[in-house]
């Protein structure tokens, strides 16, 4: 049986087809970046950042590192989604009940629609790194939920469906630094509040040097016929410093914690100018994807060098195909690993 993406249609989906005589699996977007430098009067760089479907066009919540330095987070609209205007002024919060309630910063969002909702989670201060959780229906008014971990945690990524009546979210656990740890989790919640039976995913590490030093999940992962397709980060730690790469795992559909394929060799390495050279050099920071269900063809969208947003295309079947084809999953990965 032919593999299945399940989803909406997304007929204006931005594409570009694969370059003749190229056996790259992503394509990068010929006009990469997407946004540059100084994109908006109060901001200097922004990337790792999230966008999906909104009414006719596009919607997204933008990493924006400012003049001042701290991390903020915007909202931005497209037609097309390679065109964006960004709001200068910050995201505002408040809570549930109605009061401010804006983090002190934040920075790497991801968005998902669940029902008639739009969840963002992203990397925020809760006495050290740790994750923030909101929710908006109209990207006007944005709501703060409890943060769901305690410090130190990052790379958030909610489900796009409940799985067995509960929530599910991706973390990837830390020190106050930027390792040690570097393994992704899985946690639960019946509400989006109380989180727990927490599950190892993927461990750094692997068989490939260029996620030896910690991986963190990507995008919302993507819900196919075989499994969950989930794109990923991997570190590798170099005497040049960190590279960052992108790597792609196929996760079993009814319990994710356990891992069917996962990648052996990256997708998508830093290569081009606007990848290798920036703010931070020699990053790939995917953190968004669109995907037409019907064609199975996407959208990845990636931050370059911590300065610029980027986006490659690709097509669900050949990467599943590749990863059963290019796979090294360790035995822990394999199993529902609780400790």
Request: neutral net charge.
């Amino acid at each position: 049986m032919a593999l299945t993406v399940k989803g909406n249609p997304l007929p204006n989906l931005p594409w570009e087809e694969k370059p003749a005589g190229s056996s790259e699996l992503l394509w990068r977007y010929s006009a990469n970046p997407i946004v540059g430098w100084n994109p908006t009067p109060s901001t200097a760089r922004i990337y790792n950042s999230a966008v999906v479907p909104f009414g006719s066009g596009f919607a997204g919540v933008f990493r924006a590192d400012h003049k001042h330095g701290k991390a903020l987070l915007h909202v931005g609209f497209s037609q097309d989604a390679l065109r964006w205007t960004i709001d200068d002024a910050v995201i505002r919060w408040v809570d549930e009940a109605g009061k401010p309630y804006d983090p002190n910063y934040a920075y790497d969002p991801r968005v998902v629609k669940i029902d008639d909702t739009y969840y963002i989670i992203w990397c925020t201060d809760f006495g050290g790194a740790a994750l923030g959780l909101g929710m908006t229906k109209d990207f006007k008014t944005f709501v703060r939920l409890e943060n769901p971990v305690t410090p130190f945690n990052r790379n958030g990524v909610l489900f796009p469906r409940k799985v067995g009546g509960k929530y599910l979210l991706l973390t990837r656990p830390s020190d106050s630094g930027h390792t040690p740890f570097g393994d992704i989790f899985l946690s639960e919640s019946p509400d989006l509040t109380y989180w727990g039976r927490h599950r190892r995913v993927m461990t750094r590490g692997g068989s490939g040097w260029w996620q030896a030093t910690k991986i963190g999940a990507g995008p919302i992962p993507i819900e196919t016929s075989e499994g969950w397709l989930l794109f990923y980060h991997g570190v590798s730690g170099t005497c040049n410093g960190f590279v960052y790469s992108i790597g792609a795992a196929l996760l079993d559909l009814e319990n994710p914690s356990k891992v069917l394929y996962r990648s052996r060799d990256y997708l998508l390495t830093p290569e081009v100018s606007y990848e290798t050279t920036g703010f931070v050099p020699n990053v790939c920071f995917p953190c968004a994807v669109l995907c037409d269900a019907p064609s199975r063809r996407f959208a990845l969208y990636y931050g370059a060098a911590d300065t610029y947003s980027a986006v490659a295309f690709g097509k669900v079947d050949e990467v599943v195909s590749w990863l059963k084809a290019n796979s090294e999953v360790s035995p822990v990965d394999a199993v529902e690993w609780r400790g």
